[in-house]
């Protein structure tokens, strides 16, 4: 592996070649909840959605590590920029209606059944 034992992270110029990857699988997640239906699906749903979680924090806790410790300043500028890439695909996530409107529907489908 490379930084911290992320596989590919052996130059600053990988931490943006690693956020697009990052941000790619959270997007195919993402849209595995939005098309995913009914309320057999919520426990899928918060499993995607932890998984989501899961992938973007693997990331942002290296690059915040990195941007913080690192000796070499290009190393700490690239994680930087690995950070800003990142936080704003999570400010979108956070306003995303989509995915808001998905939640709805598992979560209606779940209190739906139990009535």
Known sequence: ?????????????????????TE??????VDDVIT???SAASVDTVRKLDEISDVLCQTIDAAEFC????HDEA????????????????HELNTD???YTAL??????V?????
């Open 97 to 99: 209606y989509g995915l």
């Open 1 to 21: 592996g490379g930084f911290t034992g992320i596989p590919g992270l052996f130059e600053p110029g990988d931490w943006k070649r690693l956020a697009s990857e």
């Open 24 to 29: 790619r699988t959270c997007r195919g997640l």
């Open 104 to 109: 709805c529907r598992r979560l209606d489908g």
């Open 67 to 70: 941007r913080h410790v690192h």
């Open 111 to 115: 209190s739906g059944a139990r009535r």
């Open 36 to 38: 995913g239906s009914g």
């Open 75 to 90: 190393w700490r500028r690239a994680a930087h920029g690995a950070c800003g890439q990142l936080g704003a695909f999570v």
